[in-house]
């Protein structure tokens, strides 16, 4: 090969290379922008009034002079919507029966837009959810209340060659005439002055707990459920592991046995996930009985039966890069082969055995099919140490799952998903970012 055609490959290679990055980085930015610019809005966002006397119900957050004169503001408002409601609820009382027919059921449509709004109207009995107690606590789904209060969803199907088409038709037309017709234009008009939106920096997203099923209150509990989970599975697994990889790499001879057992090691890093929590429930919590039911212990056993491989190969890897002359050097000098691993091999092999285990904590982290069976639950809240041993946790991962595709109103709570996506992001991150932080000082130390 000549040299002009050895640059050409050489600067292909090199194209190809680079083409590949920005192509990957351009597919991670198209997944993390909308996680981060979603996911923070959990936190930084404009509440409303209605958000502020949640927290203080709630929470007992906010001061309650402060809360009870915007409250006071808000009413000032609120109540001229309530009397335009008693007038024409005493307007229908005087209509003729076929009349007032015609507009029960669209006026029931603008109570419950109404009370979706501005929470429970005069009258209505104590709601027993949270969620009805109050109006909208968020200025962005407020607007989109308001916008199905002003106007009614139809669908246009008159040409039978395309999907019917949605258009919106003033619910004001509906009342013209009537002493409700005033309402939609005065609701247009004074929402804000009704709901008192203001920039809010709620970090109780973090460590509140969560209130009627993730409408309102924050995730700890799931953000602590995690870390139990994790820690849980590294405190099995990481031991089992090193150990594992010193048998291979020290101990072992080439024969049958060994082979069978690298075997099964590299069939149980290929097993799918959702087996390991179909093998957790039926060993860990029916045979062993490790506990009653779902646990944190029998999850943690479950994660770290699924991460053992990883953490075996990776420890075997950095034990094998460790140069032979260090093992030579110690045993020449009269050192057992014992002392040799446990004060020159292992503590040379440590950056890389750490690395591994920080990687296989970050899978840990955010695997949701081993703990469905062994350890998650989708409402609860937050556990102490005390109770690993027989309670389960709500999990990250699996309330992500759950929220996202099987909650009731997850329209409703898209800033909740994507908060839970991006603090599970964030953790594993910060994991992968504490393993080369940590692997690089222990080589500096190292190296002297």
Same mark, same amino acid.
């Given at each position: ?56 119900? !709630? ?10 004169? &915007?409250?006071?503001?808000? /009413? ?8 335009? %409601? ?11 029966? &076929? ?24 009258? #209505? ?17 407020? !607007? ?5 209060? %002003?106007? /009614? @969803? ?21 009342? $013209?005439?009537? @002493? ?17 939106? &203001?920039?809010?920096? +709620? ?8 209130? #009627? ?78 506990? $009653? ?23 075997? &890897? ?12 110690? %045993? ?13 091999? %292992?503590?040379? *092999? ?31 809240? *937050? ?11 709500? *999990? ?15 329209? =409703?709570?898209?800033?909740? =998903? +994507? ?15 504490? *393993? ?13």
């Amino acid at each position: 090969m000549n040299i002009g055609t050895r640059k050409i490959l050489d600067r292909s290679f090199t194209a190809v290379g680079i083409g590949s990055i920005i192509v990957m980085a351009l597919a991670l930015m198209v997944v993390v922008v909308p996680i981060v610019s979603n996911g923070i809005g959990a936190i930084f966002f404009t509440g409303t009034v209605e958000h502020r006397k949640m927290l203080h119900a !709630e929470f007992n957050r906010g001061e309650r002079q402060n809360l009870a004169s &915007e409250v006071a503001s808000s /009413e000032r408002y609120r109540t001229k919507v309530y009397e335009m %409601l008693s007038a024409f609820d005493a307007e229908l009382e005087t209509m003729e029966p &076929e009349k007032k027919a015609q507009y029960d059921s669209k006026y029931s449509q603008v109570k419950t837009a109404l009370h979706a709004l501005l929470g429970p109207l005069p009258g #209505d009995m104590v709601p027993m959810l949270t969620r009805f107690k109050y109006g909208q606590t968020r200025w962005e789904k407020a !607007e989109e209340k308001l916008h199905e209060l %002003l106007y /009614e @969803s139809k669908w246009d199907n008159s040409n039978p060659d395309i999907m019917g088409k949605e258009y919106f038709v003033s619910r004001a037309v509906a009342f $013209e005439g009537t @002493s409700l017709a005033a309402l939609f234009p005065y609701v247009k008009n004074n929402i804000e002055k009704m709901l008192l939106p &203001e920039f809010t920096v +709620y970090w109780g997203f973090i460590t509140d707990s969560s209130v #009627d099923s993730h409408f309102f209150g924050g995730i700890w509990p799931e953000i602590q459920g995690t870390f139990f989970l994790a820690m849980g599975a590294m405190l099995f697994a990481f031991p089992l592991g090193v150990i594992a990889a010193i048998y291979f790499t020290e101990y072992a001879k080439p024969g049958f046995l060994n082979s069978m057992l690298r075997s099964a090691n590299s069939t149980l890093a290929g097993v799918p996930s959702i087996v390991f929590g179909m093998f957790g429930l039926a060993f860990f919590i029916n045979t062993l009985r490790v506990s $009653e039911s779902k646990s944190v212990i029998a999850g943690s056993l479950t994660l770290a039966i699924m991460i053992l491989p990883t953490i075996i190969r990776a420890a075997e &890897e950095a034990i094998l890069a460790v140069p032979k002359t260090y093992r030579e050097a110690s %045993l020449s000098l009269g050192s057992t082969k014992w002392n040799t691993i446990a004060t020159v091999i %292992l503590p040379a *092999a440590l950056p890389g055995i750490l690395t591994g285990g920080v990687i296989s904590l970050g899978r840990a982290a955010g695997e949701t099919a081993p703990i469905i069976f062994t350890a998650a639950v989708s409402v609860g809240s *937050a556990i102490g140490l005390a109770d690993v041993f027989s309670s389960p946790t709500p *999990a990250l991962s699996w309330n992500i799952y759950n929220l996202a595709s099987e909650h009731e109103a997850a329209a =409703q709570i898209r800033h909740v =998903q +994507y908060g839970m996506v991006l603090a599970l992001v964030t953790i594993v991150l910060l994991l992968n970012l504490s *393993a080369i932080v940590l692997r690089a000082r222990i080589s500096k130390k190292l190296k002297g």
